[in-house]
């Protein structure tokens, strides 16, 4: 272990705007430790910048010799490679149900806020990484991006319902951890993030208050991490 630690983090044609979900809970997640970090900015197509972790995606955590792949991985080394740190966790059963909140995360709301966000990316992008974006995205989704910015207004309902279980959570308490935040919370708003960041739809609705509220407490949490990142649009 080195206090050195790098994290790669998916990038636009601005290197300073990072927008991946999957990266924010990583970023999250070393705050949540209070663990320095050097982001370095990365694009799909530069495949060969982490070569060394065997695999093409983001995030990538180096701390020294070692080298962590996949956000949910990360989690778990930083809980057992720094235990002396604040738990991401709290407990084994509060692990067991965080990995609840990924698997609903990734198959629930990532897929429905995708539909919203993706149409709008390749302008984003640096351009070397637009065509591979829109031919992965539009295979990922069986329709063409154009499809889908025309599907909007049924995109957004689709996924303000999907959101009816985060809603009841926050109805009575201020994080899906209770009073203070953990990885349970930093794996959703990731997602949050990501629309923050590279779109310029507000995805929930005016009177959506709990949800609102909660968002502007991650905004601000960890000193206000989340909200000082740039933005796209």
């Known amino acids: 272990m080195s206090n050195a630690l790098k994290l790669f983090e998916l990038a636009g044609a601005d290197a300073a705007v990072r927008f991946s979900p999957y990266c924010w809970r990583a970023r999250l997640a070393l705050a949540h430790k209070g663990l320095p970090v050097e982001t370095i900015p990365w694009r799909f197509t530069e495949k060969e910048a982490i070569a060394v972790s065997g695999q093409g995606k983001v995030p990538v955590l180096i701390d020294g010799e070692r080298c962590v792949y996949d956000s949910w991985a990360i989690a778990e080394y930083l809980e057992a490679a720094y235990p002396d740190r604040p738990s991401l966790f709290g407990s084994p059963e509060a692990r067991a149900l965080a990995r609840f909140v990924n698997c609903w995360t990734r198959e629930a709301i990532h897929p429905a806020l995708g539909r919203i966000i993706a149409p709008g990316l390749p302008a984003i992008l640096a351009e070397k990484d637009r065509a591979y974006f829109v031919s992965s995205r539009e295979a990922r989704f069986g329709v063409s991006l154009a499809a889908l910015a025309e599907r909007r207004d049924e995109s957004l309902a689709a996924l303000r319902r999907a959101l009816a279980p985060l ?48 968002r502007e407490r991650m905004l601000d949490a960890y000193g206000g991490l989340a909200r000082r990142a740039p933005r796209a649009v």
């Open 167 to 214: 809603r009841g959570a926050l109805a009575d308490q201020p994080y899906l951890a209770g009073a203070a935040p953990n990885y349970a919370d930093h794996i959703v708003f990731g997602a949050f993030q990501w629309a923050r960041v590279a779109s310029p739809v507000e995805i929930l609705a005016a009177d959506d208050s709990a949800i609102a509220a909660w």
